[in-house]
């Protein structure tokens, strides 16, 4: 299994630009969800999915999208890019949501926005 | 809202120092507790858990107990070593018993330096 993969791994955007994060997983979870990582903050929950069709939002969602067509993709759109949306940007997966579950991470995609 | 505090880093130590990383977390419920490594350039991996009070989780001889009249869960290892070093985030949880699916809430991270 390749577990949770993220592309691309870096991306230099200017401000106003959009662009969508990528991230897939082949172990057959239902929750996925994006983090993004910003120095001394942690990480904070963006958007989240408990399978295909469903979304909701997380703690910071605002300037994000995101859909969820199939188990396997849940890409991440950023609509019009801010510098504020500089970071890291995490993808995760777990079997069924949070029951002590664990979260398998991606990679991550470093984000910078000018 | 739920929230967890660890100790900031940089922390330095020596091979083979006992090692020790607080965190306290103030929930409005009964959370799971998770402790997650990164590694540099990887994304975080699970190091262990505790679902209930008293709980011991461990793993890789790191070792942390849930403990619910302090609402610590302190991050332990005997003997560290230079391939410890890494970035490690304290998290909770309080969505398992309903079967919600919130996310984790993180603490900030400690860096942990191990020296040779």
């Known amino acids: 299994n390749a577990g949770v993969t993220q592309t691309p791994k870096f991306q230099v955007l200017k401000t106003g630009q959009s662009m969508t994060l990528q991230c897939a997983q082949d172990?057959?979870?239902?929750?996925m969800s994006w983090y993004r990582q910003d120095p001394g903050m942690g990480l904070r929950l963006i958007h989240y999915?408990?399978?295909?069709?469903?979304?909701d939002q997380g703690e910071v969602p605002n300037g994000y999208n995101v859909s969820r067509s199939t188990t396997e993709d849940f890409p991440l759109r950023l609509l019009s890019a801010a510098p504020s949306q500089t970071s890291v940007y995490f993808c995760a997966s777990s079997y069924s949501g949070l029951a002590g579950g664990r979260q398998y991470f991606g990679p991550g995609t470093r984000l910078t926005v000018l | 809202g739920d929230s967890v505090t660890q100790m900031e880093g940089p922390v330095t130590l020596s091979e083979e120092a006992f090692l020790t990383i607080n965190c306290t977390y103030t929930?409005?419920?009964?959370?799971?507790l998770f402790w997650y490594v990164q590694y540099p350039g990887e994304g975080l991996q699970l190091l262990l858990k505790a679902t209930k009070a008293d709980d011991k989780g461990s793993n890789k001889g790191f070792e942390a107990t849930y403990r619910k009249e302090t609402t610590s869960f302190h991050l332990e290892k005997g003997s560290v070593q230079v391939s410890d070093s890494a970035v490690y985030f304290c998290a909770l949880t309080e969505s398992y018993s309903g079967g919600g699916a919130d996310g984790l809430t993180f603490g900030k991270g400690t860096h942990l330096i191990i020296q040779p």
């Open positions: 929930a409005t419920g009964y959370p799971s």
């Open positions: 999915s408990v399978g295909a069709g469903i979304t």
């Open positions: 172990m057959n979870h239902e929750y």
